[in-house]
T-cell receptor, first 112, second 114 residues
Framework: GEDVEQSLFLSVREGDSSVINCTYT??????LYWYKQEPGAGLQLLTY?????DMKQDQRLTVLLNKKDKHLSLRIADTQTGDSAIYFC????????????FGSGTRLQVQP | EPEVTQTPSHQVTQMGQEVILRCVPI?????FYWYRQILGQKVEFLVS????????KSEIFDDRFSVERPDGSNFTLKIRSTKLEDSAMYFC????????????FGSGTQLSVL
């Protein structure tokens, strides 16, 4: 079955760039997502990328996709303390099911 | 901005009881989902619902679970004969469908089965 893996924890200093990595196993993955979860809150969609793209930039966020290696990364430029949260990578196939398979989440801690 | 709303935010129940978790998806969305997240674990897919029927369900969604869209706005998850292991955060999500694959999640209902 599908599997999505992420490292569990990342600590950076305020103002630095953060890079959160994700690997997935399903070669049929068509849509790849990054969600943010703040304490006690739901999942907020940050950005997504289609599998026919290799990069997407949205303000401070840059998503890189290496489809050959099934590797996805999220780069946050000029990381702020408000970026501290858990970041989930997720994938779905274009089967019409549209269900997402999530990674375990990476806890980003931003130190002032 | 439109959002998915879930009630209640917290639900405590005794093992063996029935619970209903409620969701109001975004009004023009056509696909509806329930996910859950056991504390410290991955977010897991439970069920998807489209055109008034279940499109897909996971192994977690056994015969104790059911979903319903009783009117044009609400989408509910019912769990009968609750077990301790049903304790989790339950997230409702909706998607407009078509070419737009973005799923929007509610803030969740924390279910505690005692």
């Amino acid at each position: 079955g599908e599997d999505v893996e992420q490292s569990l924890f990342l600590s950076v200093r305020e103002g630095d760039s953060s890079v959160i990595n994700c690997t997935y196993t399903d070669s049929s993955s068509t849509y790849l997502y990054w969600y943010k979860q703040e304490p006690g809150a739901g999942l907020q969609l940050l950005t997504y990328i289609f599998s026919n793209m290799d990069m997407k930039q949205d303000q401070r966020l840059t998503v890189l996709l290496n489809k050959k290696d099934k590797h996805l990364s999220l780069r946050i430029a000029d990381t702020q303390t408000g970026d501290s949260a858990i970041y989930f990578c997720a994938e779905s196939r274009d089967t019409g099911r549209r269900a997402l398979t999530f990674g375990s989440g990476t806890r980003l801690q931003v130190q002032p | 901005e439109p959002e998915v709303t879930q009630t209640p935010s917290h639900q405590v129940t005794q093992m063996g009881q029935e619970v209903i978790l409620r969701c109001v998806p975004i009004s023009n969305h056509l696909y509806f989902y329930w996910y859950r997240q056991i504390l410290g674990q991955k977010v897991e897919f439970l069920v998807s619902f489209y055109n008034n029927e279940i499109s897909e369900k996971s192994e977690i969604f056994d015969d104790r679970f059911s979903v319903e869209r009783p009117d044009g706005s609400n989408f509910t998850l019912k769990i009968r004969s609750t077990k301790l292991e049903d304790s989790a955060m339950y997230f409702c999500a909706s998607c407009i469908g078509g070419a737009n694959e973005k799923l929007f999640f509610g803030s969740g209902t924390q279910l505690s089965v005692l």
